[in-house]
């Protein structure tokens, strides 16, 4: 329905822009989130840079790579050191708070609206931030989780005792054999729940939160129905962009709101109904507020 060519970006006055958004969240029935990497960004966590270095430079010393995600795909010469890399990513980016109260921020704008969130992101920071844990989806999968390499079931393994463990634990960037993780079923290696290839595991919890999700556009598809993207690119449009491009083209009361540094746009076809905002999501919600 939509292709690239017809995206247009916004040239419009901030400050306008601003006061249409405010004007659409507040005349909203419902409110649609879609969040991907560069809200966490915004947020503060970023891969690259000082904090890489300050909880990677041994890693970085050893192996060469210069950031988290480069790290993540790195052989590493034992399952001992793979593991104190990934004690360390997870503590990081899911245990830990964001530097910024960027997700706060989402939520005192739509807390007392009827809200639902879908994302890719999977830090958590949702949920952290106060978000209904039944009103989110994640569908990427979540840092705090681990699955069977295999896999030899559908389900996936809370991971926060054992990756304390492993941080408390680990030396000279080992964590002791004991404490790598195994499959309760069929013993084999655990791995992270993301979504990265097809044995990647759909729970029941998230089997549910898609239900719910879905459950929720189709109770409200006549409403006045505000998306709200935020950070999300074109890796994974079609999880997130291109149907919200499509839904609020099908809903003459919808608005389609964009916020992305860089790369804010909407197709033609619903250029009249759409806020798109190229600057930093954290100003935009700060600015939001007053």
């Given amino acids: 329905m939509f292709s690239r060519m017809s995206i247009t970006k916004s040239t419009e006055d901030y400050l306008a822009q601003i006061d249409k958004l405010k004007s659409a969240l507040k005349s909203a029935d419902a409110v649609v989130i879609g969040a991907g990497a560069g809200l966490s960004t915004s947020a503060g966590f970023v891969y690259s840079g000082e904090r890489f270095k300050k909880y990677f430079s041994d890693f970085e010393d050893k192996y060469g790579f210069h ?3 480069a790290g993540a795909f790195c052989r590493y010469d034992t399952l001992e050191e793979h593991w104190a890399y990934w004690s360390r990513f997870i503590t990081v980016n899911r245990y830990m708070d964001a530097p910024k109260p960027v997700y706060e921020n989402i939520f005192n704008l739509v807390q007392d609206k009827d809200y639902f969130v879908i ?12 978000f209904d844990k039944k009103r989110l989806f994640y569908t990427q999968g979540d840092y ?17 005792e054992i990756v304390r463990q492993m941080m408390e634990k680990q030396k000279d ?3 002791p054999s004991e404490l790598i993780p195994v499959c309760p079923h069929c013993g084999r290696p655990m791995t992270m729940n993301l979504r990265s290839d097809g ?5 029941e919890g998230w089997h549910k939160a898609a239900e719910r999700y879905e459950d929720f556009l189709r109770t409200r598809m006549n409403l006045k129905l505000l998306f709200l993207e935020l950070g999300v690119g074109y890796n994974t449009p079609g999880i997130i962009k291109y149907p919200f491009w499509r839904l609020t083209a099908k809903n003459p009361k919808a608005v ?10 909407c197709p033609n076809e619903i250029k009249q109904r759409s806020v798109c905002i190229n600057n930093d999501i954290a100003k935009v919600l700060e600015d939001l507020k007053q």
């Fill in 144 to 160: 705090g989780l681990f699955q069977c390499s295999e896999p030899c079931c559908q389900e996936t393994f809370d991971n926060e």
């Fill in 67 to 69: 950031d988290m995600y």
């Fill in 119 to 130: 994302t890719t992101n999977v830090d958590h920071c949702f949920q952290k931030a106060g």
């Fill in 199 to 203: 044995r990647f595991v759909e729970d």
């Fill in 173 to 175: 960037m080992k964590v």
């Fill in 256 to 265: 389609y709101a964009c916020i992305n540094y860089g790369e804010a746009g």
